[in-house]
C-alpha cells in the first residue's frame, strides 16, 4: 500500500468514525445541549469535507457537470463551529462574539455563487469549460483560509489571553486538552496553507496529501475528548451543587487514631489541635482541593509545618498525603453509595471528591478499599 493509498484509507476510516460519533452522540444521549451540538456539527462538517475530498481523489463523482462541480465548502464550518463549541463549553457565550450568522452568511452565499456559476458555464460557456470555475474554487478557498485563520485567532485570544472570563470553569477543568487541540489545529492550518500556496504555484493536487493525513488524524481525537470532557465538566458542576448543599454528602469527622511510637507527643492539648485541625478541614472541604499542600494548611492554621506533620501522623495514623486521601475516599463512597448519582461518571466523582486526576483517584482507591471505584459501585448495586 503506496503513501496516497494509506492516506486515503485513513481519510474513509476517519470519516466512517466521525459519522459514528454523531449516531451515538444523536441516539443514545438523552439531552443535547448546545456544546454537544457544536461539537457534533464540528465532526459532521469535518467528515463530509474529508468524504467529499475522498470521492474526489478516487474518482467516484459522477461525470454529470453539477454534480461534479458541485464542492460543497464544508472546511469553512469547521473552525467557527468548533470556536462556538468552546464559547459554550467555557460557558462565556454572552461575552464575546459567536459568528455564527456571519459564518451560515459565508456558506451560504459560496454555495448559492457556485450553483449559478455552474449554471452559466453549463449554458453560455463552449464545450463546458469549467477553466472559471477552477479559479473561483482556488479564490474561495484563499478566502475561506484568511476567515478560518480569524476565527482561530479568536479561539486562541479566547483561551490564551481572556482566561479571566472563563475563570468559572477553570474550578472544574484546567482545559489543558483545548490547548492541545489548538496547537494540533495549528498544524491543521499549517499543512492548509501550504497545501494552497503548492496547488496554485504546482496544479498537483498531491500538495493536499498531508493536509488529508493530518485531518484524519485530528478526526479521531477531536469528537472523544470534546465529548469526553463536556460530560465530566457538567457531572462535575452537577455534583459540587449537591455536596454543597446536601450535607449527608460531606465527609462525617473522621475517627481519632493515636500512634504508640508517638506516645511522647500525645497528650490532651495535641489531640484538641488535631480535633479542631480535623473539623476545619471536613467543615471547610479542603481535601476537595487537588493541590492542597501542608504548607497552605499549616498557613491557614497559623502553625508550622512540621507541628501540623507531628499532629497528623500522631492521631490520624497516616502521613498528610494518605490522611487527605483517606478523606476524599470517604467523600467517594457517600456519592458512589447514594443511588441518586448513579448517572454521574466514576470519573467525575473521582475529581470532585479532590483527586487531580482518574489514575490517582483509582490508586488510592484501591488502596483504601481494596477495590476499584467501578467494582465498588457494582458491589452496593
Given at each position: 500500500m503506496n503513501l496516497v493509498a494509506t492516506i486515503n484509507f485513513l481519510l474513509i476510516a476517519?470519516?466512517?468514525?466521525?459519522?459514528?460519533?454523531?449516531?451515538?452522540?444523536?441516539?443514545?444521549?438523552?439531552?443535547?445541549?448546545?456544546?454537544?451540538?457544536?461539537?457534533?456539527?464540528?465532526?459532521?462538517?469535518?467528515?463530509?469535507?474529508?468524504?467529499?475530498?475522498?470521492?474526489?481523489?478516487?474518482?467516484?463523482?459522477?461525470d454529470i457537470l453539477f454534480i461534479k462541480q458541485l464542492e460543497v465548502p464544508w472546511y469553512v464550518l469547521m473552525f467557527p463551529f468548533f470556536y462556538l463549541f468552546l464559547v459554550h463549553f467555557l460557558k462565556v457565550e454572552n461575552k464575546v462574539k459567536d459568528y455564527l450568522k456571519l459564518t451560515l452568511a459565508v456558506f451560504f452565499l459560496e454555495v448559492i455563487f457556485r450553483i449559478f456559476l455552474i449554471g452559466f458555464v453549463y449554458y453560455y460557456i463552449p464545450n463546458n469549460d469549467t477553466t472559471i470555475i477552477s479559479r473561483y474554487t482556488a479564490f474561495e478557498e484563499i478566502i475561506n483560509l484568511i476567515?478560518?485563520?480569524?476565527?482561530?485567532?479568536?479561539?486562541?485570544?479566547?483561551?490564551?489571553?481572556?482566561?479571566?472570563?472563563?475563570?468559572?470553569?477553570?474550578t472544574y477543568d484546567y482545559i489543558n486538552w483545548i490547548k492541545l487541540f489548538l496547537k494540533l489545529c495549528c498544524i491543521v492550518l499549517f499543512c492548509w496553507v501550504l497545501a494552497v500556496v503548492f496547488f496554485n504555484i504546482t496544479g498537483n493536487r498531491d500538495a493536499y496529501l498531508l493536509l488529508r493525513f493530518t485531518d484524519s488524524l485530528i478526526l479521531y481525537w477531536i469528537g472523544y475528548q470534546g465529548f469526553y470532557r463536556y460530560n465530566v465538566v457538567n457531572d462535575r458542576i452537577m455534583l459540587r451543587k449537591s455536596i454543597t448543599t446536601n450535607k449527608a454528602l460531606q465527609v462525617?469527622?473522621?475517627?481519632?487514631?493515636?500512634?504508640?511510637?508517638?506516645?511522647?507527643?500525645?497528650n490532651e492539648k495535641h489531640q484538641k489541635e488535631?480535633?479542631?485541625?480535623?473539623?476545619?478541614?471536613?467543615?471547610?472541604?479542603?481535601?476537595?482541593?487537588?493541590?492542597?499542600?501542608?504548607?497552605?494548611?499549616?498557613?491557614?492554621?497559623?502553625?508550622?509545618?512540621?507541628?501540623?506533620?507531628?499532629?497528623?501522623?500522631?492521631?490520624?495514623?497516616?502521613?498528610?498525603?494518605d490522611y487527605i486521601?483517606?478523606?476524599?475516599?470517604?467523600?467517594?463512597k457517600k456519592l458512589l453509595d447514594d443511588d441518586s448519582f448513579d448517572q454521574y461518571t466514576i470519573v467525575a466523582i473521582g475529581l470532585e471528591s479532590g483527586f487531580n486526576s482518574k489514575s490517582t483517584f483509582y490508586t488510592a482507591f484501591k488502596k483504601f478499599t481494596s477495590q476499584t471505584p467501578s467494582q465498588y459501585r457494582d458491589v452496593i448495586q
Open positions: 476517519g470519516v466512517i468514525q466521525g459519522f459514528l460519533f454523531n449516531l451515538v452522540t444523536l441516539f443514545f444521549r438523552k439531552k443535547l445541549t448546545k456544546a454537544i451540538w457544536f461539537l457534533n456539527l464540528t465532526v459532521l462538517f469535518l467528515s463530509l469535507n474529508n468524504l467529499q475530498a475522498w470521492i474526489r481523489e478516487n474518482g467516484y463523482s459522477s476567515y478560518c485563520l480569524f476565527i482561530f485567532g479568536q479561539a486562541l485570544i479566547l483561551v490564551f489571553r481572556k482566561q479571566k472570563l472563563y475563570n468559572y470553569i477553570l462525617a469527622d473522621s475517627q481519632i487514631k493515636s500512634r504508640q511510637d508517638k506516645v511522647d507527643f500525645i488535631f480535633e479542631e485541625l480535623n473539623s476545619f478541614i471536613i467543615s471547610n472541604q479542603l481535601y476537595t482541593d487537588p493541590y492542597l499542600s501542608m504548607e497552605s494548611l499549616a498557613e491557614k492554621q497559623k502553625i508550622s509545618v512540621s507541628h501540623l506533620s507531628k499532629l497528623i501522623n500522631s492521631f490520624s495514623n497516616y502521613n498528610f498525603s486521601n483517606s478523606l476524599r475516599i470517604e467523600q467517594a
